[in-house]
Structures are given as structure tokens and as C-alpha cells.
């Protein structure tokens, strides 16, 4: 079992900057692929970013590549998301989620179904 607690969302201009951070707690951080999903009010939740369990690959979203940054630090059991160039379609919950089970590779660490713990999610609001 693994817990996980996000923090850093909030209220941010477009064109701002936000990093968003998911500690974990439970189990041995390095065991888990991590990964940021978001869902945005009436959508359903979709891939954002994920890393790999020693943080050497990373695999984004072809709407964030470029503006958002996918970090781990297997000391602290933490991931982080830091979002630069917010838009307005960026505004969403954003969630964490591990997964202890599947292998890394950058088509199943994108779906949601891989990953067996989640967090409550943080709200992250742009405006235009």
C-alpha cells in the first residue's frame, strides 16, 4: 500500500508557472513508475506525464511537451511537475498515480489502467 499526497495547485495566469508536487508514503518510492494524469471538469481523465522508477525516461503528453517537466527524487519519495507556459486548457485536477506492477515503456505508463495507487488530486485553474 502507498499513499500519496499532492500539493502546489492554485489560481495562475496564462503564461504563469506552477510546480506541483506528490509525496509518497508506504512502500519503497524507486519500486514505482509515477505519473501525472489531470481531468478537466465534464472530460474524462487523461495522460499527462509520466517517469520511469529510476527517473532515466520520461514519456509526456503531445499537449504538454515542451512546457511541462516530469522530476523524481527517490530520496525525498517525490515527484514533481513543473508547468510552465500554463493555457487555459491546462486548467484541470490534476492527480499522481504509482505503479508497482508493469514494466516501463511509453505506451503502457500512459494509461491509466497501469497504475495502482492515486491521489485525492490538487485543482489547477488558469486564467486567460
Given at each position: 500500500q502507498v499513499q500519496l499526497?499532492?500539493?502546489?495547485g492554485g489560481l495562475v495566469q496564462a503564461g504563469g508557472s506552477l510546480r506541483l508536487s506528490c509525496a509518497a508514503s508506504g512502500r519503497?518510492?524507486?519500486s514505482y513508475v509515477m505519473g501525472w494524469f489531470r481531468q478537466a471538469p465534464g472530460k474524462e481523465r487523461e495522460f499527462v506525464t509520466a517517469i520511469s522508477r529510476s527517473g532515466t525516461a520520461t514519456v509526456?503528453?503531445?499537449?504538454v511537451k515542451g512546457r511541462f517537466t516530469i522530476s523524481r527524487d527517490n530520496v525525498k519519495n517525490t515527484v514533481y511537475l513543473q508547468m510552465n507556459s500554463l493555457e487555459p486548457e491546462d486548467t484541470a485536477v490534476y492527480y499522481c498515480a504509482a505503479d508497482?506492477?508493469?514494466s516501463w515503456d511509453t505506451t503502457t505508463s500512459?494509461?491509466?489502467a497501469a497504475y495502482d495507487y492515486?491521489?485525492?488530486g490538487t485543482q489547477v485553474t488558469v486564467s486567460s
Open positions: 499526497v499532492e500539493s502546489g519503497t518510492f524507486s509526456y503528453a503531445d499537449s508497482f506492477n508493469t500512459a494509461t491509466s492515486w491521489g485525492q
